[in-house]
């Protein structure tokens, strides 16, 4: 039996939970929200034990229970002292939200914090887990559209339709020393941007060399923001191999009954034998995923059309799978798929790309 600890109860924490629930090898123990009120709604609005114990101080959390898994979802500037305050209490598994950390610097405290105890220090990311998503990069992994040389993401940002978020999540996002990222704050590139990072660094598993990036401004939101980059090569690829990251916004759009943020994803990938297209992300289950023209994969080669449907079309059936994937990473002592290392790569390009539009110029990552 696993002991399992969540400090924050924001509106995310609705869907990280889901994983915890009904599993015989699980327990949640404790919740920690700044406002105790809110973890105590939580806990009746999931029905969960009246004996979870309550705090609002995520360190004296830590502190009083005995934990094997930490759940950190609290805003990002608090998620390098919550990780080495956790690691240094010995919890095995920590489980941090994103972004990682606000700098390099604080990412590397975090690992070799994690290091020194033996903590196994995972960067939560949920989109990789979705399952048109893994399916797409099952295909693009074992070759069918050849080698790939080209990614593009479009993320289409809407204000209409959606959870009802509280004014008072937001107030923190609007601090550039919580949010990070560029010197006025990146509410897109370091927020939700960071899926869009993870996936272009995921599919192609290669590091980047080089960023480039267009960054305007809309009513506080860095954005539209454009942002070009060229992979390193490690190996060898029949061609050189580049992507662009779109964050285009809709103020008037309404995003067709989400369940969940006004918000989609839109992913392109050509390769050496054919162009693969991933519709849907975050909205995935609304209207649009019923069209036929907005299959979850498209897939064109060798003079075919190919589509791609049966999927279970609900973004949190990724939130599911990430934390399924978590557990047995924590109770097998297994690498995670993001690792703090491997979520300071993603952490380098997206700084990388903010930093491009400070100086005016390509940055190159080394």
Not at 153 to 181: L, N
Not at 211 to 230: R, T
Not at 240 to 247: C, D, K, V
Not at 295 to 309: A, F, L, N
Request: proline share 4%.
């Amino acid at each position: 039996m696993l002991n399992v600890g969540l400090a924050g109860t924001g509106v995310i924490f609705d869907l990280n939970i889901l994983g915890y629930l009904n599993r015989e090898d699980v327990k949640i123990t404790c919740l920690c929200n700044r406002t105790v009120e809110k973890a105590k709604r939580k806990r009746k609005k999931f029905n969960l034990d009246s004996n979870i114990r309550l705090y609002s101080d995520y360190k004296e959390m830590i502190d009083n229970e005995d934990l094997d898994i930490l759940e950190i979802l609290l805003p990002h500037h608090l998620h390098a002292d919550a990780t080495i305050h956790a690691a240094q209490k010995g919890i095995k598994g920590i489980s941090v939200q994103k972004p990682m950390a606000l700098t390099l610097e604080e990412a590397d405290n975090m690992i070799n914090a994690c290091k020194n105890s033996g903590s196994i220090l995972s960067i939560y990311e949920n989109f990789v887990f979705a399952p048109h998503i893994m399916k797409a990069k099952e295909l693009l992994d074992n070759d069918y559209i050849g080698d790939p040389s080209s990614i593009r993401i479009k993320t289409a940002i809407g204000t209409k339709g959606g959870w009802e978020i509280p004014e008072s999540a937001e107030i923190w996002r609007k601090d550039p020393k919580k949010i990070g990222g560029g010197s006025d704050g990146s509410p897109i590139l370091f927020d939700n941007g960071w899926h869009a990072f993870s996936l272009a660094w995921w599919f192609f598993n290669e590091e980047i060399e080089k960023v480039f990036s267009w960054i305007d401004n809309f009513q506080g939101l860095d954005a539209p923001a454009y942002v070009m980059f060229k992979y390193k090569q490690a190996r060898e690829h029949l061609i050189p191999q580049y992507g662009n990251l779109e964050f285009a916004l809709m103020p008037e759009m309404n995003f067709l009954d989400s369940k969940y943020y006004p918000v989609d994803e839109f992913i392109e990938i050509i390769a050496s034998r054919g162009i693969m297209k991933i519709n849907q992300g975050t909205s995935i289950g609304n209207k649009m995923s019923d069209s036929e023209i907005f299959p979850p994969i498209v897939i064109i080669r060798d003079g075919k059309v190919e589509t791609y449907k049966e999927f279970q079309k609900d973004w949190r059936h990724s939130f599911i799978n990430a934390t399924n994937y978590f557990i047995d990473v924590i109770k097998n002592n297994k690498d995670p798929i993001l690792s703090g290392e491997q979520a300071r790569a993603i952490l380098k390009f997206n700084l990388a790309a903010i930093k491009s539009v400070e100086q005016g110029k390509e940055i190159f990552l080394d």
